[in-house]
């Protein structure tokens, strides 16, 4: 039987910004380690600067290998492999054929969507930017599709972005990063701006993709309840390493470090207040 490689490898993983031209480096990620399964989801949570968008991106593939320009990500320690290509001395070309198989939402995805095109233009971006030639009935078909599935009514299609509630723009900027059916998905806080009625339905519209699909992902979030809905398994970061690595259960049961701590009385204080909602 055939060896399936996963779809992450971090190993003691490091990852540095250039600090406003002065020589010293900043170490946003420091010695992570984890793996992720093909058709595994795997929450990744932290408090502000903890440095979980700078690993997103690195495993989206938009870190560089060592020393780059001021304010890009640059893999300076350890190893990282993804979809079976490692991203130490990767060539450009290998990068580029890597990337068109990772659908990465960034943090700020739904405000870089290009205001001047409409809602499916934008999200059919990244189909004629891998290929300006594809047909155009199939490329509808895919936008059509991907839209549909983050609940959005297809009638949005011809509307340009300002015309759209930030939610909404949140779901097209997810719908764009899904549209070329990736193996794996970065998504950087999804649900930022998602109406709590609409919330669920496209975390479970992201499952069906995991389970029709296989796809893996890393769903960033700093919701615990957000986690909760969409992955079993979850990395806690804090201060650029990960402090908690597991099961909800392993990670919040018995934790030793100050930050976990904090996350369990919050989660507990959490359920408390749905028992009595309910009570």
């Known amino acids: 039987m055939a060896r399936v490689d996963p779809a992450i490898s971090a190993r003691d993983l490091s990852i540095h910004y ?18 992720l399964a093909r058709g595994e989801f795997l929450g990744l949570i932290g408090e502000s600067g903890s440095g979980k968008s700078t690993l997103a991106m690195a495993l989206a593939g938009r870190a560089h290998d060592g020393l780059h320009g001021e304010g890009v990500p640059g893999i300076s320690g350890g190893s990282l492999t993804v979809l079976g290509t490692s991203l130490r001395h990767v060539t450009t070309r290998r990068r580029d054929r890597l990337t068109i198989n990772i659908g990465y939402l960034p943090q700020d995805g ?79 806080e999804p649900a930022r701006g998602v109406d709590p009625t609409v919330r669920a339905g496209v975390f479970e519209a992201l499952d069906r993709w995991r389970v029709e699909r296989g796809m893996a992902a890393v769903i960033v979030s700093s919701s615990l309840s957000d986690i909760g809905r969409i992955s079993s398994r979850l990395a ?16 919040f049961d018995g934790p030793h470090h100050p930050y976990l701590k904090a996350l369990t009385a919050e989660r507990a204080d959490e359920v408390n207040r749905k028992v009595s909602f309910v009570d």
């Not at 594809?134 to 509307?159: C, H, N, T, W, Y």
């Open 110 to 188: 739904a405000e870089k969507l290009s205001p001047a095109l409409t809602v499916a233009e934008n999200v059919a971006e990244p189909i004629y930017s891998r290929d300006r030639h594809f047909p155009s009935r199939e490329a509808a078909a895919a936008v059509a599709a991907a839209i549909d599935s983050m609940r959005l009514s297809l009638g949005l299609m011809q509307k340009l972005p300002y015309e759209l509630s930030s939610g909404q723009r949140q779901r097209v900027a997810l719908a764009r990063a899904l549209v070329l059916e990736p193996q794996l998905l970065i998504a950087d």
């Open 236 to 251: 806690v970061m804090q201060a650029g390493v990960i402090v908690g690595l597991g099961t909800t259960r392993e990670v």
């Open 18 to 35: 250039r600090s406003n031209g002065i020589p010293s480096l900043f170490v946003a990620v420091r010695g992570v380690s984890f793996t």
